[in-house]
């Protein structure tokens, strides 16, 4: 869950840089048919892009101009080091021992040996970063996508992945703590800190989408598609939906 908590630019730019510079004209339209609540889609994602350009997107460069890219670095190993925990559950509840012993070999070497995750001590020993989230549990048991819906503040999702969120979230490294204040602080940082390092791939984006929301739509239903199948997805008749049951209430 690195970025789980993160405003609509994190998650969008971050799913951007995992493949959406393959999408075609023909996936967008598959994009339309998960996208019938488009309307308020596009608000919410106005909202989202608004509050992104005055608030966030100043505060993270700032923090980059004064945060050391190492310290940086060591901030998102950190919170990627308990998402390692949180995927080798997933890992276990999908059936995928291998994996999951694999995340806890990889959790317990940077928790002991890389400073509590800060340094990506596990990396260097060549055990790969894997990343699992209840989503793609769900997925995976055979649960459809779901309409496409995005969210105040939290960003693009579907209707799967909304029902997963409260776990996602609740094995986040601010849910140890129970003081408001120091929740606070951890999810800003993290939202900060993730935002920080997606400055230059936003600019990106914003040179090269003529439709921003269809674009990070689709790239948000392709990459979600492709980490529910570990990458080797089969071509479906839908490219967009994995799994057999898709559908959701038509907007009114």
């Given amino acids: 869950m690195r970025a789980r908590p993160a405003?609509?630019?994190?998650?969008?730019?971050?799913?951007?840089?995992?493949?959406?510079a393959t999408l075609r004209e023909a996936r967008s339209s598959a994009g339309d048919k998960?996208?019938?609540?488009?309307?308020?889609n596009r608000k919410v994602f106005a909202f989202n892009e608004g509050l992104d350009e005055h608030v966030l997107k100043p505060v993270a460069t700032v923090y980059s101009n004064v945060v050391p890219q190492p310290v940086r670095r060591g901030v998102d190993n950190f919170f990627g080091n308990v998402a390692d925990a949180w995927s080798a559950v997933n890992n276990f509840l999908q059936g995928k021992g291998a994996a999951g012993f694999q995340d806890i070999i990889r959790f317990g070497t940077n928790t002991v040996f890389g400073l509590l995750g800060v340094l990506d001590v596990a990396s260097e020993m060549g055990i790969d970063h894997q990343y699992e989230d209840f989503g793609q549990t769900l997925g995976h048991?055979?649960?459809g996508t779901g309409a496409?819906?995005?969210?105040?503040?939290?960003?693009?999702?579907?209707?799967?992945?909304?029902?997963?969120?409260?776990?996602?979230r609740a094995a986040s490294p601010a849910s140890l703590f129970k003081d408001g204040s120091s929740v606070y602080s951890l999810t800003a940082l993290q939202i900060i800190n993730t935002r920080s390092n997606l400055l230059g791939a936003s600019r990106v984006l914003d040179d090269i989408?003529?439709?921003?929301?269809?674009?990070?739509?689709?790239?948000?239903?392709?990459?979600?598609?492709?980490?529910?199948?570990d990458g080797n997805e089969p071509p479906p008749?839908?490219?967009?939906?994995?799994?057999?049951s898709a559908s959701a209430p038509a907007a009114k």
């Fill in 34 to 40: 998960l996208d019938p609540w488009e309307n308020w």
């Fill in 7 to 20: 405003l609509l630019a994190l998650v969008c730019v971050a799913t951007l840089l995992g493949g959406c």
């Fill in 237 to 244: 008749d839908n490219p967009l939906d994995p799994e057999p």
């Fill in 209 to 229: 989408a003529l439709d921003k929301y269809s674009f990070l739509r689709d790239a948000y239903l392709q990459r979600r598609r492709s980490l529910v199948f």
């Fill in 148 to 168: 496409y819906i995005v969210w105040p503040l939290l960003g693009p999702s579907s209707v799967r992945d909304s029902f997963a969120l409260p776990l996602d």
């Fill in 141 to 143: 048991w055979g649960f």
